[in-house]
């Protein structure tokens, strides 16, 4: 409900945006007028002008339109004429929209009869909403790469995996601080894989948060969180504003960023969606970073061909092995 609420507190946001622009517009229209009476003759003028020219381009009369289109064009000059000798900018009188791609509206109509779509400035302020509602901005301040501790991660040699987790780290950092520096260079994706508390999401928030300072879009969910936007978009639509928009925007920002995969509740309806977004965004060319608690194997009894095909794949595997870092914390066990 509150990523509900936080859509509807967004376009109330555009729309005090909208109204502001207006007041200045008007405001600035009066003091003009008053400066300059003949300017706001010319501007009622041409407003009678236009609605004539509508009026009788719905009756079909074309040669009186032309006629009153003449008149216009010549008003129209002459206000520009007006507007210059006074040394008045004609875009002084306009809008000043903080968008000019959606006037502050949050959507581009193209043309009449194709559905409007979502502007970029919208998709942009709601994921910056959605990241204060999951507390996601005072998480990056002290998980990002700068704060990355390697001494958490011990130095014994592992039996079944041939070298450290601090030795394994090290390389799985390195990946990610290559992720992020030829990010929208080079296409790739990202699947940490491993037990609970060896540094996935750690790992995840520093990737989000270096592209995100870089002046990307960033999406972060957790998996579970995502199906249940799924299931709300397919089974209430009388409810369903917010998924929709979330639902676009999984397809659309530059990084998607899935934690927890293997940790929902999955259903026929989630396991296609998911597949479907994580296919879309394969052919849209846009990079994925998931974590999971799964093995590649685990991943295989859980979720169909054709999605672990895109894993395997498309993606670059790092593991995570090792002790729980999270109890290291708690407790400060932590070797130089």
Same mark, same amino acid.
């Given at each position: 409900?509150?990523?509900? #609420?936080? $859509? ?11 109204? *502001? ?6 405001? *600035? ?16 003028? &041409? ?6 020219? /509508? ?26 004429? =007006? ?8 875009? $002084?009188?306009?809008?000043?929209? &903080?968008?000019?791609?959606? /006037?502050?509206?949050? !959507? ?22 959605? $990241?204060?509602?999951?507390?996601? *901005?005072?998480?990056?301040? !002290? ?8 001494? =958490? ?49 750690? &790992? ?27 299931? #709300? ?5 009388? /409810? ?14 530059? =990084? ?16 296609? /969606? =998911? ?39 498309? !993606? ?14 708690? !407790? ?5």
């Amino acid at each position: 409900m509150k990523y509900k #609420n936080a $859509y509807r507190e967004v376009m109330r946001e555009f729309d005090a945006v909208r109204m *502001r622009a207006d007041e200045v517009r008007e405001a *600035r229209r009066g003091e003009i007028y008053t400066k300059v009476p003949q300017l706001a003759t010319l501007d009622k003028s &041409l407003s009678e002008l236009g609605l004539s020219v /509508a009026k009788l381009a719905l009756a079909g009369d074309v040669s009186a339109v032309d006629n009153l289109r003449q008149k216009s064009d010549a008003l129209k000059q002459e206000r520009l004429s =007006l507007l210059a000798k006074k040394g008045i900018s004609e875009n $002084y009188l306009l809008p000043a929209f &903080l968008c000019k791609n959606c /006037a502050d509206t949050g !959507y581009i109509q193209v043309s009449p009869g194709i559905p409007a779509t979502a502007c970029a400035c919208l998709k942009q302020r709601l994921i910056e909403e959605y $990241y204060s509602l999951s507390n996601m *901005r005072e998480v990056l301040q !002290y998980e990002n790469f700068d704060t990355f501790d390697i001494r =958490l991660f011990g130095t014994e040699i592992s039996t079944d995996e041939g070298l450290s987790p601090r030795t394994n780290i090290e390389a799985n950092y390195k990946h990610a601080m290559n992720f992020v520096k030829t990010f929208g260079d080079t296409f790739s994706n990202l699947l940490l894989y491993g037990e609970t508390g060896l540094g996935k999401t750690f &790992l995840s928030h520093c990737i989000a948060k270096d592209l995100l300072d870089a002046g990307n879009t960033v999406l972060y969910l957790t998996v579970p969180r995502l199906c249940k936007f799924i299931e #709300n978009s397919r089974f209430n639509r009388d /409810a369903s504003v917010l998924p929709d928009e979330m639902l676009e925007m999984a397809d659309e920002a530059d =990084l998607l960023v899935l934690d927890d995969l293997g940790a929902e509740v999955s259903t026929v309806v989630t396991s296609s /969606a =998911l597949f479907d977004i994580i296919n879309q965004r394969l052919l849209m060319r846009k990079s994925t970073v998931i974590s999971t608690n799964l093995s590649p194997n685990g991943l295989a009894a859980q979720y169909s061909e054709r999605m672990v095909s895109r894993f395997l794949g498309n !993606y670059q595997l790092l593991k995570f092995f090792g002790e729980d870092i999270r109890v290291k914390k708690k !407790y400060g066990s932590v070797r130089k």
